[in-house]
């Protein structure tokens, strides 16, 4: 009933089920289950339920082109703004392309379990590869409205890496389900974990790209959602710890700092800044505005960072002793460390590029120069010593000040970037009242 409130998915329903679609689905699978019966092998419930599997990855796969092309093909086709200015709210907008764009396969899958579950298909298979169908596709609505926004700021009609970047992800998702699937009949218990591990995950996509889908619909958004999911991925990877010798507060600090500077490299490599906004708004310290505009991957280092500090004042008070050990305080400041150095570095980067161009290129020779170019001269120039300034994968061994040179180095760089970005601010300021 909520679906067919939707007018963006009946939208979608009347251009994709078209007659023949509707009926060469069931022919072509009434066909595929006769072939695989005709043989009378007594293994022939294991050779449907492969073959159910390998349908399942078609229909996945067709459904994430189509939703990772959604509001792109919109954009391509100049209909994008019609919908902007359709009143929709964000919430209608993301469910219509979510299972709008996706019907086709959904038609597909339908008749796959109908043709399967009489002749021993598991439940808990269904359960697991719709749960990792709508994964995948939330994934691809995701990138699709990503997709459309860094058009919008790089002034770029195409990103094909982006647009089928989708695609790539929730595919690899519902293959990895159906690998586990195949991989042995007597792992009922994994099935189960597995789906629950996947139901969990699932809402996260689609609250992001209901976030994306506030800011195309110039709709304020804050970056609650994002500390939301860092807050949930540590829980998630801490609970099955709780009540063994391996969990404790400071396993949790440590958990925390980890993920939170993922997310920090995760969204630092695909927001664009608008350094000017920033600085203008904490010039007239509109705070609430700020709040709704700050880049998410300086959200997230600050939270990195205020855990590792946290976590190092804990252990240098004697407040806690871990009863098994997990990473050194030593390690997990020098992680922070290198973390801090690479987002700045992509700060810098960002800082750098003009604001109509793509700044990936600029992004990838600079991480290469720093973990790449540079140590790979240090050694051949005879100076090994000088590629843990760089990186080093013996971090309980690392010296704390290891990062500090580069890190340093960077910070100069990036202060200096955004010191030139105010002179040229405050120059084309006077040349106007001059003019004027």
């Known amino acids: 009933m909520m679906l067919q409130a939707n007018a963006e998915w009946r939208r979608y329903a009347r251009l994709e089920l078209t007659p023949f679609r509707l009926f060469i689905i069931p022919v072509v699978g009434v066909l595929v289950i006769l072939a695989a019966c005709s043989g009378g092998q007594p293994a ?96 691809g609505v995701l990138f699709s409205f990503a997709n459309v926004i860094r ?58 790209a209901h976030r994306l889908a506030r800011i195309e619909l110039q709709e304020r958004v804050t970056p609650v959602v994002w500390l939301a999911l860092v807050a949930f991925h540590t829980a998630f ?66 939270v990195s960072v205020a855990a590792c500090c946290v976590y190092a004042l804990v252990l240098s008070t004697g407040g806690e002793t871990r009863a098994e050990p997990g990473f050194s305080v030593q390690a997990i400041i020098t ?25 990936y290129g600029a992004t990838a020779f600079g991480f290469s120069l720093v973990y790449v170019i540079v140590p790979l001269l240090a050694f051949l120039s005879g100076f090994e010593g000088f590629t843990p300034f760089c990186w080093s994968f013996n971090l309980d061994q690392a010296a704390v000040w290891q990062p500090l040179p580069t890190l340093a180095l960077v910070t100069g760089l990036t202060f200096w970037r955004v010191k030139k970005i105010l002179e040229s601010q405050l120059s084309v300021s006077i040349k106007t009242i001059t003019q004027e």
């Open 335 to 359: 992680i922070v460390l290198f973390g801090l150095r690479d987002w700045l570095l992509l700060v810098f980067i960002q800082l750098s590029v003009a604001a109509h161009k793509e700044s």
């Open 44 to 139: 022939e419930t294991r050779w449907l339920i492969r073959i159910t599997n390998t349908w399942f990855v078609f229909c996945a796969f067709w459904g994430m082109q189509g939703a990772s092309l959604s509001v792109v093909d919109e954009v391509a086709g100049g209909t994008w703004d019609q919908q902007r200015l359709s009143h929709q709210s964000a919430w209608k907008l993301l469910w219509g392309k979510w299972l709008g764009s996706t019907v086709f396969s959904w038609y597909g899958v339908f008749w796959g379990v109908v043709l399967s579950l009489p002749f021993g298909m598991p439940w808990r298979h269904v359960g697991l590869l719709l749960a990792l169908m709508l994964t995948g596709q939330a994934l």
């Open 151 to 208: 058009m919008r700021q790089v002034r770029r009609a195409k990103m094909a890496g982006l647009r089928q970047g989708s695609a790539v992800v929730s595919g690899l998702l519902v293959l990895a389900g159906a690998c586990i699937l195949n991989a042995d009949d007597n792992i009922s218990r994994v099935w189960g974990d597995t789906l629950v591990a996947v139901c969990l995950w699932l809402p996260w996509p689609a609250l992001i």
């Open 237 to 302: 990877v801490c609970l099955p710890l709780a009540g063994t010798r391996s969990f404790s507060g400071l396993r949790l600090l440590e958990v925390l700092t980890i993920v939170a500077l993922a997310y920090t490299y995760l969204t630092g490599f695909f927001e664009r800044l608008d350094t000017l906004k920033l600085l203008n708004l904490i010039k007239i310290r509109n705070w609430q505005m700020l709040w709704s505009q700050v880049p998410v991957s300086w959200l997230l280092a600050i």
